[in-house]
């Protein structure tokens, strides 16, 4: 089966601007988790929407927000860049302690 | 909050030999899962594996093998007849069955295979 589809792989924004990130997870699985992850910080936990609800959310301000579609496919929006959101942003799908992780978006905010 | 802690910021080891990576967490509660990922150069997370909590008896796959001491909090990755395909940024995560799917990562662990 296919596994988890992140697009677009590479991403390059100016500071100010906002971007969209997508993820289709395993047909199937209606769990969707964000991860960004740093040099600095590691791999930080943004949130995570189970049929199209928020159920859990990071410590990352109101300019990351999420959603999810009725097909399960979840999308994460950044407004307001800054240099500070350049990070690979990965997605997971799965429930019940079984994740499969897409190959992330590398964002680098110039 | 949980807290997961990885002290071996890098490793290496000898094609063939065994090498084993540590990681201790921090919780008050009794139900949880364990896990190791993988992350290549290719930047995917691989499961390599998972422990349920509630199970006294170490999970295994194949090469990979975990020693889970639930008292001391401690769950290590053992990886025998080390591969150069094993070469990969290594982390260790919690999941609590109250944070719905939530993982809480540690700092991760470099492992290199030399030749």
């Known amino acids: 089966k296919a596994g988890v589809t992140q697009t677009p792989r590479y991403l390059i924004k100016t500071r100010g601007q906002q971007v969209t990130l997508s993820c289709s997870p395993i047909?199937?699985?209606?769990?969707v988790s964000w991860y960004q992850q740093t040099p600095g910080q590691g791999l930080q936990f943004l949130f995570e929407y189970f049929s199209e609800t928020q159920r859990n959310k990071g410590n990352f301000p109101g300019r990351f927000s999420g959603r999810q579609f009725s097909n399960s496919r979840s999308e994460m929006n950044v407004s307001t860049l800054e240099l500070g959101d350049s990070a690979l942003y990965l997605c997971a799908s799965g429930q019940g302690g079984g994740y499969t992780f897409g190959s992330g978006t590398r964002l680098t905010v110039v | 909050a949980q807290t997961v802690t990885q002290s071996q910021p890098e490793m290496s080891v000898q094609e063939a030999e065994t090498v084993t990576l540590s990681c201790t967490y921090d919780?008050?509660?009794?139900?949880?899962?364990l896990f190791w990922y993988k992350q290549p150069p290719s930047r995917q997370m691989i499961l390599v594996i998972r422990q349920e909590a509630y199970k006294q008896q170490n999970a295994t796959e194949n090469r990979f093998s975990v020693n889970f001491q639930k008292a001391a909090k401690s769950f290590s990755l053992k990886i025998s007849d080390s591969q150069l395909g094993d070469a990969a940024m290594y982390f260790c995560?919690?999941?609590?069955?109250?944070?719905?799917?939530?993982?809480?990562f540690g700092t991760g662990t470099r492992l290199t295979i030399i030749p």
């Open positions: 995560a919690y999941r609590s069955p109250v944070s719905y799917e939530k993982l809480t």
């Open positions: 919780t008050s509660e009794s139900d949880y899962y």
């Open positions: 047909s199937g699985h209606r769990s």
